[in-house]
């Protein structure tokens, strides 16, 4: 049980590390990530409407999320860089909550998992709808940002189990 408690990122003398993936096998890999972000009906129609002052909330945020996931290792010390092959970000409006679910899907091929440039895209594009929209509604909360699913590598399949 200690040995799966182990974290890898940090060596014998307790100082932080980047971990050598060099003798990992390539593997397919796929992370999903999903958050949401709450707000007013009122900021919620105007986003859905596309009547905000700075444009396109939902599509703007989508792009930042994919440049975000992206650049993941410029904004994570420990994170490997590695050929993203695909990035789909889902902004989604649900009035019943007043809130946009924000669901990201990382692919590529490599030694490391795509976890950390899901959980990126996701908290950019709802920092990106949070920017866009601020003037008209500060009191918007980002939450439940979370790995909702990964596949591929040696610790195989991940889905997060449902707590309703």
Not at 28 to 47: C, D, N, Q, S
Not at 131 to 149: C, P
């Amino acid at each position: 049980m200690a040995d799966e408690m182990k974290l890898t990122h940090i060596n014998e003398s307790g100082e932080a590390r980047m971990v050598d993936v060099g003798n990992k096998d390539d593997t397919r890999r796929v992370a999903i990530a999903e958050g949401h972000i709450t707000m007013t009906p009122e900021t919620l129609k105007l986003i859905m409407d596309n009547r905000a002052a700075k444009g396109d909330v939902l599509g703007v945020a989508r792009i930042a999320g994919i440049m975000a996931a992206k650049k993941t290792p410029d904004f994570i010390p420990l994170c490997h860089t590695i050929p993203v092959h695909s990035v789909e970000v889902n902004l989604v409006p649900d009035e019943k909550t007043s809130s946009v679910l924000i669901n990201a899907t990382v692919v590529t091929t490599g030694k490391t998992g795509v976890e950390m440039e899901a959980l990126t895209a996701v908290s950019v594009a709802g920092l990106t709808v949070y920017d866009m929209v601020k003037a008209v509604d500060r009191a918007m909360v980002i939450s439940n940002i979370t790995l909702v699913e990964k596949k591929g590598g040696k610790s195989g399949h991940y889905v997060k189990q449902k707590t309703d």
